[in-house]
């Protein structure tokens, strides 16, 4: 019966060494790690030692072991300073008994330093903080050609110095916890520093490694990259801390020990400089990642190295499951799911992966990799993968890739998302996209792939976030499809999905223009929300029930400056939105081979070019074509472009050829299934339209087929844009039996309801513009020499800045104009009220021998309303008023005056309209002038004169050119008006406490010595139309209450003298003041 062996001697195992091989890819030079460890501790030779005494204590100075010695506990600086150096080749300080352990400073420090060759074999080693393990000398691990240390078990938080050698760890299957530093020479990442320091993990244990660091040695303040950890067996844990790690391999075959590790990270920050690996060469690796974060980097400098997180290396399986925390990977470098011949498995649950590029090199996350058996796969159900855009997310390299989104969300964007990697050559692998539920949401900018996805259940969501996405690649499978976000998804390619499909944010456009055959093959619903769009150029073969907007063509705003194009619904359409076939061109259809229902107050809005119409290849319209049938009630609005005028001509009623065509129904309708929304449509002309139902129960009779637009389903039923018609009663309907008499001055087109507050905008101006002149008497009252009011003047023949005058003044009139046009002619009436303020005054004087000279300023402050009686619609136009004036004034010492006016100034308004209000800016300038002279004489001893006058005023205004609400280009230009004013004035002077009052009767004849004035709106001339000769009956009085105070005021009523012209009153008041 064999003798009974300690626990630590239980270790079996044939091999004979452990073996560091190097693996590299032809585009990835990275380094992989394989482990084979033979007999660690053998039985055979323990029993070959000699036996020592159980316990070697060192507290002060330096021990040196120079042959073979073996203790149960050693313990070095556990209450000063100690040392103990083992050196020798193979010389071996050996753990016996039971649990044999090593202390390193347990109330001191202690060092232990194997050189030359030495060993420590089958002991724990507890290193404390402060105190140091130096295995840099040491020779090979016995019965190994392993250079290096194998411990049962590793704790505490000192520094080791392992150089180029392996420390295993780990053989007793204890759980313990180490938060040191461990201090490696090489790079597992760089094949030319072989070999390396090692960390080696065996065993079923647990080592927890918060707030260790193993890595290389610190130079200038910063610790280096060097050497890297292996997981053999049992877990590594990072629970809390920040832990550092140049290069970690999880999951790797030691003979005698197994070939499965673990990582496990609930807290803390782990950092890996270079790399992760897990399951590597036939090994089994898992990392359960529950909390904290996991940073893989670029840490060694060499970008042709590091980083690289590989799952699943070299025929090794590898699984990383991540449910909460983070786990960041910073480029440059790789991610690789199952490389050669590898089988790597990430699973997503929670938590947030961020794959981040970086400077000098790419960084490729790369499912199914370099080999065709590598299978790769991604399971993610929740949390978040966040792919930078300076890095890319290949489906495949070589081998087989598999992403499995069925929850959570993948952030992508730009080139990011593709398929088989590049440098794979020609063999690419297979791949497969599935979304199950997920979320794919555009990140940093637009996305482009050419990726073909399964919809493989549930409802998947695209959300472009703002920025949008063109996905060129099929979408296939029986799940249902989202669109979210801001943003156009412009899917390119025919698409069979059989699941619904929902637009919640954004625009999902259907091809573009370029790729006119893209489709949703499909016969599943499409429904587009409130505030959502559908778009583009190709078809959809499911029934739409449209909410939002359905955008044809370059009717969608990213889409214009392309061509015009169709969008076909195969199904039904029910609307209860917009239908926006206006892309700024004329010439965009919808065709919906379904049926057509307004299910709520539903909108089309089309572009027309306004001109005669008739046959097709004359009309330019964006068209509504419906295979079916047609219900409810849908507005039609008409965006006008180009040259309006009758569509159709006077001559005739419309008829089922003329005018324009812009919706038409190949089943049943009604003719109110479509109903004219804008119904004032001028277009850049004045001229406006409706719209008429041609068809079977139609009231203007059926459509014509020749008419029908190819492109649709037939006309049984056509809406067709036509001129509108009206008569001084109101618009009319001309049946088709009852044409009009071409000759007939009471039938002509209507027009917009603006268009009337154009024409009769100058009339109004002029007519403000005479109440503002008036006269001489209106201006300053009674101003004749000799009057109390007047002080001496001044020398004769000087000039003299006094006695100097001010006055004001507040007038205002109110006048019907009735206009000299016909009602074919497009004579409007209309009514005009001026009122204003005006002051000035005598600035300068000059007397001699001849009589009096008087210069002034003056300004005046008016508005102006008029409102034109039109049956096309109810307008009205009002500006403000702002002249200036300079004055010049002769008194005759013989009696007789002449004054003269010189004017300018500006006015500023609008014109609106009843149903749109203001339409328009009306603004411009005025300039004029004024002559007048009278020549007054004594009838009787009384005191009563009689003053013949003549007055001349010559008027100009210059319009600015506007384009009104509905797109008429109105230019009313510059206009003249002229007019000559013949009368007098019966003047009685009455004394009152020795100052006068003189009240009088005043008589005018008007004469205007100027025609109609024309105008441009749109592109068709009008004319204004003309005053007629007048007479004025009106009176006055002017009061002088000091030498130097007067007060005056003045009425007038004016009258037509033939059948057309202003009739109306003015009324004035003022005073003026003798400084």
């Known amino acids: 019966m064999s003798k009974k062996k300690p626990a630590h001697a239980c270790v079996k195992a044939c091999a004979k060494d452990i073996r560091v091989k190097l ?62 150096i083992v050196t020798g080749s193979n010389v071996l300080l050996t753990g016996v008994g039971t649990n044999p352990t090593i202390e390193l400073g347990n109330g001191g420090t202690g060092t232990l330093t194997i050189t030359n060759g030495g060993g420590v074999f089958s002991f724990g080693l507890d290193v404390r903080a402060g105190s140091t393990f130096d295995l840099s000398g040491a020779g090979t691990i016995p019965t190994t050609t392993v250079p290096g240390v194998g411990l049962l078990n590793l704790s505490g938080a000192g520094t080791i110095n392992s150089g180029n050698k392996a420390l295993v760890v780990g053989v007793d299957n204890s759980n313990q916890i180490f938060s040191g530093t461990i201090v490696n020479a090489g790079n597992s990442w760089d094949p030319n520093t072989s070999p390396h320091g090692t960390l080696v993990k065996v065993g079923d244990g647990t080592l927890t490694i918060d707030g260790a660091t193993i890595a290389g040695a610190v130079t200038n303040g910063t610790v280096g990259t060097g050497g890297e950890v292996v997981v053999a067996g049992g877990t590594l844990a990072q629970t809390s801390g920040n832990t550092r790690i140049s290069a970690l391999t999880v999951g790797v075959p030691v003979p005698g020990f197994g070939n499965t590790g673990n990582l496990a990270v609930s807290g803390g920050t782990l950092t890996l400089d270079t790399s992760l690996t897990v399951g590597s060469f036939s090994g089994i690796g898992t990392v359960t990642q529950t909390n904290g974060t996991v940073v893989v980097e670029a840490g060694c400098g060499d970008v042709t190295h590091c980083a690289a997180l590989t799952i699943g290396n070299q025929s090794g ?216 769009t559908l778009g583009g150029y190709g078809t959809v073969a499911g029934n739409v029930m449209n909410a939002g907007t359905i955008a044809v063509a370059n009717a969608l705003p990213n889409f214009q400056g392309n061509g015009g194009g169709s969008l076909t619904l195969l199904g039904n359409l029910s609307n209860s939105g917009v239908v926006n076939l206006d892309g700024g061109t004329p010439g965009n259809a919808l065709l919906v081979r379904g049926n057509y229902a307004d299910a709520a107050n539903a ?301 300018g100034g500006l006015f500023d308004g609008h014109v609106s309209t009843d149903a749109q209000g203001k339409v328009s800016d009306l603004g411009g300038t005025t300039v004029g002038l004024s002559f007048e002279a009278g020549y007054p004489f004594q009838l009787t001893s009384g005191g009563l004169f009689f003053e013949p006058q003549a007055q001349l005023v010559w008027q100009h205004l210059s319009f600015n050119r506007e384009t009104d609400t509905d797109g008429i280009d109105t230019d009313l230009g510059g206009q003249d008006d002229v007019l000559l004013r013949i009368g007098f004035r019966l003047a009685q002077p009455l004394e009152f406490d020795k100052y006068p009052i003189t009240p009088y009767f005043k008589f005018n004849f008007l004469q205007p010595l100027k025609g109609d004035g024309s105008v441009t709106i749109g592109s068709v001339p009008f004319g204004t139309g003309k005053q007629g000769s007048a007479m004025e009956v009106g009176g006055g009085v002017t009061g002088q209450f000091t030498s130097r105070f007067s007060v005056f005021a003045d009425a007038v009523y004016q009258h037509t003298l033939v059948s057309y012209g202003s009739n109306g009153w003015a009324a004035n008041a003022g005073l003026r003041y003798v400084f």
Do not use: C
Not at 766 to 779: C, E, Y
């Open 603 to 903: 909108t089309v809005i089309v572009r027309t070019v306004l001109n005669e119409g008739g046959p097709l290849s004359n009309q330019q319209t964006d068209r509504l074509l419906i295979s079916g049938n047609a219900t409810g009630t849908t507005t039609v609005i008409v965006n006008p472009q180009g040259q309006g005028g009758p569509a159709i001509g006077l001559t005739g009623a419309p008829t089922s050829t003329s005018g324009i065509s812009v919706v038409q129904v190949g089943g049943s309708s009604t003719s109110g299934a479509f109903v004219l929304g804008n119904a004032d449509v001028a277009g850049n002309d004045p001229f406006v339209y409706h719209l008429t139902a041609y068809g079977p129960s139609a009231e203007h009779g059926p459509s014509a087929a020749s008419q029908a637009d190819p492109r649709g389903g037939g006309n049984t039923w056509d809406f067709r844009l036509q001129s509108t018609y009206t008569t001084p009663d109101g618009p009319i309907d001309l049946p088709p039996d009852q044409p009009a008499d071409p000759t007939d001055p009471d039938i002509r087109p209507a027009v917009a309801p603006q268009v009337s507050a154009y024409l009769t905008a100058p009339l109004a101006l002029f007519q403000a513009g005479m109440v503002d002149i008036s006269t001489l008497h209106q201006r300053l009252g009674e101003i004749r020499y000799g009057n109390p009011s007047v002080p001496s003047a001044p020398a004769s023949g000087a000039f003299s800045l006094s006695p100097a005058e001010a006055f004001v003044r507040a007038y205002g009139g109110q006048y019907r104009y009735t206009t000299n046009r016909s009602f074919d002619e497009f004579g409007f009436n209309t009514s005009i009220d001026t009122a204003a303020v005006q002051f000035g005054g005598t600035v300068l004087r000059r007397q001699d021998d001849y009589g009096v000279w008087r210069y002034g300023l003056a300004a005046a402050f008016g508005h102006v309303w008029w409102t034109p009686s039109a049956v096309d619609g109810n307008s009205k136009g009002d500006a403000n008023r702002y002249t200036f004036y300079g004055t010049a004034t002769f008194q005759s010492n013989a009696g007789w005056y002449a004054d003269g006016i010189i004017f």
């Open 23 to 84: 693996s590299h890819s032809p585009h990835r030079p990275r380094r992989h790690v394989s482990i084979a460890v033979a007999t660690l501790f053998g039985v055979e030779m323990l029993a070959a030692l000699p036996v020592s005494a159980q316990q070697l204590i060192v507290n002060n100075g330096t021990q040196t072991l120079s042959s073979n010695a073996s203790y149960n506990q050693v313990t070095v600086g556990s209450s000063g300073s100690g040392i103990l």
């Open 317 to 532: 399986t590898g699984t990383y499951t991540l449910s909460g925390g983070a786990l960041t990977f910073n480029g440059p470098g790789f991610v690789i799911l199952g490389r050669m011949s590898g089988t790597g498995t990430l699973n997503i649950s929670g938590g947030q992966m961020s794959v981040n590029g970086g400077s000098g090199g790419s960084t490729n996350f790369i499912i199914g990799d370099n080999s065709a058996t590598g299978t790769g796969t991604v399971n993610q159900t929740g949390g978040t993968l966040t792919i930078a855009n300076n890095a890319r997310l290949y489906l495949s390299g070589t081998g087989n890739g598999i992403y499995n989104l069925s929850g959570g969300v993948l952030q992508i964007g730009g080139n990011s998302l593709t398929h088989n990697y590049p440098a794979e050559g020609s063999a690419g692998g297979t791949y497969a996209f599935n979304l199950g539920g997920g979320t794919i949401q555009v990140l940093g900018t637009p996305l482009t792939t050419d990726v073909n996805a399964t919809l493989s259940g549930g409802t998947s969501t695209i959300d472009t976030n703002g920025l949008g996405a063109t996905w060129t690649g099929v979408l296939a499978g029986g799940g249902a499809l989202n669109k979210t976000g801001a943003g156009v998804l412009t899917l390119t390619a025919a698409s069979p999905y059989t699941g619904a499909t929902t637009i919640s944010g954004g625009t999902l456009a259907v091809g573009n223009a370029p790729n006119s055959s893209a489709a949703l093959s499909g016969t599943s619903q499409l429904t587009v929300q409130q505030g959502a």
